[in-house]
């Protein structure tokens, strides 16, 4: 099954955002993609963490939604919206209100244009070296449950694939327990501060791909924002022996790989771990 994951440095212009997120997509559909993953807040990085309350959609309807749906339709390609402002909570439309919160949401979009499942991030990034300062719960309602979903690909054989988003690449766990629940590959769409992805990035999203012999899809934010924000980037997809198959530092821009059932097999035969465990 060919996949591409996305690399991009959205702004805070959604419009131009979305010009750009097609214009990739056409580059992965154009290339053979089945399956194609955008980054975690492709649509927006504005200059504030609130900014993206503003932009938020109920879920089932919005622009930003609606263009999820089209380009998956037009394109003909499995589409994981990395991620977008989900309402947490209905009816409320004032972003000043003091309660206002999102779901930091990833939406799959089958190619028929349906949205078939969406995962809200469950693990909510705070990071504070003196230096920079992020706390993802000012703004965020952390998701509640995993998700998983199966994707008949034309190569056929049907994919189990698990969701994650970001700082999620941090609890083993939950990729664990996609493992355990027969997954094949596992998603990452990410924006990784320059500072943590740096020295975590690869490591982490190797350790994931390894420990429970899945391939794994990592799509990023890679580069300087107009909001000054500087992103590590390195958009990756490793194989279930680790192997790092194709990546791209910084800038916008697809990586793409063939990822093989038979591999993915001759791993877990060879070293059957996921067998071996005791809790």
């Known amino acids: 099954m060919k996949v591409a994951a996305i690399q991009m440095v ?82 409320l439309s004032d972003p000043a209100a003091p309660e206002a919160r999102v779901f930091n949401s990833s939406l799959v979009h089958a190619p028929t244009g349906q949205c078939v499942t969406r995962y809200d991030k469950m693990h909510l990034f705070r990071f504070d070296n003196g ?44 990729y664990r327990h996609y493992a355990l629940l027969g997954a094949h590959l596992m998603l990452v769409p990410s924006a990784f501060t320059y500072t943590t992805g740096h020295d975590h990035w ?14 794994v899809v990592a799509a990023a934010q890679g580069g300087l924002h107009d909001n000054q924000r500087r992103t590590w980037g390195h958009v990756m997809l490793v194989d279930p022996w680790g192997k790092v198959l194709d990546e791209r530092a910084q800038g916008p821009g697809v990586v793409l790989a063939d990822l093989s059932w038979d591999l993915m097999q001759q791993c877990r035969s060879r070293l059957p771990a996921l067998e071996h465990r005791l809790l």
């Not at 719960?137 to 952390?142: D, E, Q």
């Not at 690869?202 to 420990?211: M, Y």
């Open 202 to 215: 690869e490591l982490l999203l190797r350790a994931r791909a390894i420990e429970n012999l899945s391939f």
């Open 131 to 174: 230096v920079e300062r992020y706390d993802e719960s000012l703004v965020l309602a952390a998701g509640r449950q995993p998700v998983s979903f199966d994707l008949a690909s034309c190569d056929g054989h049907t994919w189990r694939i698990g969701m994650s988003v970001c700082y999620d690449l941090r609890f083993a766990e939950l």
């Open 10 to 91: 959205s702004g805070s212009d959604v419009s131009a955002n979305l010009n750009e997120a097609k214009g990739l997509l056409q580059a992965a559909a154009l290339a053979g993609a089945e399956l194609a993953v955008l980054p975690e807040y492709f649509c927006l990085m504005g200059c504030r963490d609130a900014d993206k309350l503003a932009i938020q959609e109920p879920f089932g309807q919005g622009p930003i939604q609606q263009f999820l749906s089209d380009t998956a339709h037009e394109l003909g390609l499995w589409l994981v919206g990395g991620t977008m402002p989900i309402s947490a909570l209905p009816g």
